[in-house]
């Protein structure tokens, strides 16, 4: 085996196992020795001794033992003359080191492998023992298996080279017998010789199956003629062949047309029996849309009549305000109108001063004949009467002033009387709302699942259960009564408000069920009934964490629980209860809703009702709505007596209201009462201010005509008249002053009243706004109700006047063409058998007509073919297939050589290039080696391998030649200058093989001392660093060879004379 260039480093050599290295042998009558021991170093041993001590024989014992013929030695014939004369056998035993990671077979042979070699006259034995000496195996395999795993190959002279082949090697100087040497030591003789053998013998063995291919050729040419016209034969025959299947798949092709329509009118049926889902799933989504609008109305018309109140409230309190106003416009009118009066009387004063003054000045002009008598009667008589006008004027005034304050005393008693009948109607209204939960709760109590759906949920439930054959599994429902509260009523109302009609809805496993149910709730007069499809098998849903809010307060799903894991499942699918999220107030709902925006978020319920969420972008908060007891609880008596308790205070507030009303009533009877008492008063001192002002009046006007009768009335009576005038002038001015200033009061409260009027109608509008939208959104909402009932109807009549017609029409023309398809099929039958046709392949859709036509086209090929054809097939078959038996076997050996020629021709030049690539490599690496063990002695040199030629030269440049000339004859070399650059030449081959041993006997000849000396030191070295067991035999002195511990020096006895 080839190695590598480089040697191995000091730390390896000492770590080595020596595995394969030999430690013992021993002979028995071998050759010249009766019995013989010798031990081995693990490193270099010299071996002396003189001529005829038994040196080569130890060499030629360790060459027997490991398998080698006799020839091999070149030291005898056959094995049996190894035996010493005189004796009848002859024994080698030889003990090699087995030990490291390259040792063979540890675990049954130990540390050390015996090989023993028995000789006889007629026979030869080998065994193998463990370390003990226990036989392990007598088999040539044995030792075959262990020469190539130590890699020992003897016949090898870089190996083992004994005194013959030292002599040949150092002895001669031809080229071809040194490439012979290389060539053999690298292994690369037998290689060759080898794979020449083997091109011998794959060119001998094709030119064999080419002879052999050569004589089946005529009956080949024979056998193409033959099948040339067996396919003729084979045409013709196919043809009445597929004319007798044509004519068969005729009868069956009616068949089949009737089978194409079957087909098509079962794909019809079928494409029409899809309409109904589509069409009932219309229908349902139309009934889904009129029940949730229906829901909407319902809410809606809820929100109307809220807000219905709530604006018929603001519009009593507006008209109380603008009655208000109205009253203080009256009075401030009637302020103006007196004070108008008063301004005219007091003007109807100064004139009739003036006139009294100018009648003065005539008087004092023209009489000066009155009396002072009758003068001072008409002005006592005057002044009376106008002290009595004063008197009934000033009771006038004060009783007008008392009617007025009354009369706005009994305006705001009137004002108080109606809020109280607002708040008994209000309380009255609540108690009833009250009452009938009360009511509600009572009827729940006794059944619970009245309170989803009151008693029709009850009919309903009959109805089902009357008809429970009918459905594939028992619905579930409704789905509030399957749904209980964690942890108390907490949550109730608002998990209630959340779920909303949900809580009515029924659960069924498929839309068959569905349609069941639909009918059920039609039969026990529940319209609108919820209905959800879902599959009961499904397990209860697993809401990971990261799906749900991240918050602190609870979810809908949280606090709610049901005995049926597919109650929940569908809370979950439908209402998203694992998102909706429930707060204790307005303000933490709020900061959950808004705060934070948390993903997976869906709504937010407060306890107080609000709910909080986005719509889009926008921040949505809709208010509380009225609150109804919640029908979740687990009890109901805590309700029940929360509400009676509650009915109580308002039977308790209505009795308060009825008795302050009274009240009220007796108060405004008594200011009523009064203000028709001071009316009646006003009334008699008007008259009496009108007496008493006609008599003045009349008085004047006499004294009028008497001064004119009398032009000498007198004028002081005149003056003090005057006088008076002037006073009442004063007095009157001083009253219309006072009337002045209640008339700016009167309008002050007339602008204040006015413009609170208009501020409360102004902030009354947008709740007016809201409920008239409200209303326009009811009526839209009616209006969306009627179109979606009206489409409803139109998919029912569509289902029920066109789907079921045609699917009944599709399905009778499909009996008919079933009876048609029966009577072709019996007929075709009576024909052939329908698996005839079947076993012909799939069918290819031809027609009754295109068959016919193909018919007859065959026929007219058949007849003209049926013409050219004398010969029977039958008896064409029986040649072909006699002469295809002949050479079939023998067609498909040659087939089989020839494929395996090739394979072993292609393997073959794949190993003989790698061959010429290995000769190469090694071709450089020995003149690299020989040149490297001559540079010891100052020696260079160059090795020359020709394949071709099949030589070696070795060209020397000695270093005292001064004339630089190479040597290229090692016969120019002096004997001790030859044998040196033979052995660096023997030294690199040595480097290019690995083996654990290795031998040399009489390396040494034809050396001078010199030379001797440097090539003793160059083996020394070479073997100490090669790492591996050398061996020299010498007859030479080797005293001046190195003292070392790895060196061994063993002296043979002198041979006996």
Known sequence: MVKSGARASDSFIKQRSGSGSILRIKVENFMCHSNLQIEFGEWVNFITGQNGSGKSAILTALCVAFGCRARGTQRAATL????????????????????????????????????????????TATVLKDYLGKKVSNKRDELRELVEHFNIDVENPCVVMSQDKSREFLHSGNDKDKFKFFFKATLLQQVNDL??????????????????????????????????????????????????????????????????????????????????????????????????????????????ACLMDESTAMKREIESFHQSAKTAVREKIALQEEFNHKCNYV???KDRVRRLERQVGDINEQTMKN???????????????????????????????????????????????????????????????ITSNINDLKKHQTNKVTAFGGDRVINLLQAIESNHRRFRKPPIGPIGSHVTLVNGNKWASSVEQALGTLLNAFIVTDHKDSLTLRGCANEANYRNLKIIIYDFSRPRLNIPRHMVPQTEHPTIFSVIDSDNPTVLN??????????????????????????????NLKEVYTLDGYKMFFRGPVQTTLPPLSRRPSRLCASFDDQIKDLEIEASKEQNEINQCMRRKREAEENLEELELKVRQLKKHRRQAEKVLTTKELEMHDLKNTVAAEIEALPSSSVNELQLEIMKDLEEIDEKEAFLEKLQNCLKEAELKANKLTALFENMRESAKGEIDAFEEAENELKKIEKDLQSAEAEKIHYENIMKNKVLPDIKNAEANYEELKNKRKESDQKASEICPESEIESLGPWDGSTPE????????????????????????????????????????????????REKLMACKNALDSRW?????????????????????????????????????????????????????????????????????????????????????????????????????????????????????????????????????????????????
């Open 80 to 123: 049996k003359d190894f035996i010493k004369t005189g004796c009848s056998y002859a024994v080698v035993q030889v003990e090699m080191k087995n030990s490291g990671e390259d040792a063979f077979k540890p675990e049954i042979y130990g540390g050390v492998i015996i090989i023993e070699r028995r000789i006889t006259e007629s026979a």
């Open 913 to 1057: 290039a790698k061959f010429q690539r290995n000769a190469s490599l090694l071709r450089r690496q020995l003149t690299w080696q020989f040149n490297a063990h001559l540079g010891k002695k100052g020696i260079s040199g160059h090795i020359k391998v020709s394949y071709e030629n099949k030589t070696l030269s070795i060209e020397v440049k000695m270093p005292q030649d001064a004339t630089s000339n190479v040597v290229r004859d090692t016969k120019g070399l002096s004997g001790g200058e030859r044998s040196f650059s033979t052995l660096c030449f023997a030294l690199a081959l040595h480097e290019m093989t690995e083996a654990p041993f290795r031998a040399m006997d009489e390396f040494d000849v034809f050396m001078d001392a010199v030379s001797r000396k440097i090539s003793l030191d160059a083996l020394v070295d070479f073997a100490i660093g090669e790492g591996s067991q050398w061996m020299f035999i010498t007859p030479h002195d080797i005293s001046m060879v190195k003292s070392h511990e790895r060196i061994k020096k063993q002296q043979m006895a002198a041979p006996r004379s």
């Open 195 to 304: 794979l020449q053998s083997i091109y011998e013998h794959l060119t001998k063995a094709t030119a064999i199956v080419d002879e052999l291919e050569n004589t089946i050729k005529p009956i080949e040419k024979e056998i193409s003629e033959l099948r040339g016209k067996i396919k003729n034969m084979e045409q013709v025959e196919e043809i009445a062949q597929r004319l007798q299947q044509l004519k068969k798949k005729l009868a069956w092709s009616w068949v089949y047309d009737v089978d194409r329509q079957l087909q098509e009118q079962t794909e019809k049926i079928v494409k029409l029996k899809e309409r109904i889902p589509t069409c009932q799933a219309k229908i349902d989504w139309e009934l889904g849309k009129v029940e949730s609008l229906r829901d909407t109305l319902t809410k809606k018309k809820a929100q109307v």
């Open 347 to 349: 003007q109807k004063i």
């Open 850 to 897: 295109q068959l016919s036509a193909q018919i007859t086209r065959m026929n007219q090929r058949l007849h003209r073919e049926n013409q050219q054809f004398s010969e029977s097939i039958d008896d064409l078959r029986m040649m072909y297939e006699s002469l295809e038996r002949k050479i079939a076997k023998k067609r498909k050996s040659y087939q089989d050589h």
């Open 371 to 433: 009396t002072q008598a009758e003068q001072s009667e008409i002005e006592e008589k005057l002044k009376y009467l106008e002290q009595e006008v004063e008197k009934v004027e000033t009771l006038r005034s004060r009783l007008k002033e008392e009617e007025n304050c009354f009369l706005e005393k009994a305006f705001e008693g009137r004002k108080k009387m109606e809020h109280i009948e607002d708040m008994i109607k209000n309380h009255q209204k609540r108690q009833r709302f």
């Open 570 to 599: 569908v809370l979950v699918d439908q209402s998203g209860v694992e998102r909706q999220v429930l707060a204790e107030n307005y303000e933490e709902g709020k900061a959950v809703a808004f705060g934070k925006r948390l993903s």
